[in-house]
């Protein structure tokens, strides 16, 4: 091999292991939400709006959950949430003061009725 190269790939490695590094660390100060959505007979609901918002920041995502009714609200900045479901054939249901701190993955499940 010649040095150019040799300089060259071992450059590219550093670059990449760096990257890998800045990733973990942006994922490691953040936390998570998910869940599924069920009806009263326990089959899943796809189709239900989740409208998470911070009430102290006004931040407010929303998502409509899959086939399996499942949704998923990843690198969430630590601090209070409040996530309401919402479906046309279902009561709202909201649930408040969830707690996300650093590094947590909080299973949240609703049973709508």
Do not use: W
């Amino acid at each position: 091999m010649k040095p150019s190269f040799q300089k060259c790939a071992v450059f590219a490695l550093l670059l990449v292991l760096l990257g890998a590094i800045h990733t973990s660390a942006q994922t490691l100060d953040r936390g998570a939400i998910h869940g599924f959505v069920y009806d009263s007979s326990g089959s899943a609901v796809p189709g239900v709006k989740v409208t998470l918002t911070n009430p102290a920041t006004g931040l407010r995502r929303e998502l409509v959950t899959d086939e399996n009714g499942a949704y998923d609200f990843e690198a969430l900045v630590p601090s209070v949430y409040t996530v309401k479901f919402e479906s046309d054939s279902f009561n709202s249901y909201t649930v408040k003061q969830i707690v996300v701190t650093i590094g947590s993955s909080l299973a949240l499940d609703a049973h709508m009725k």
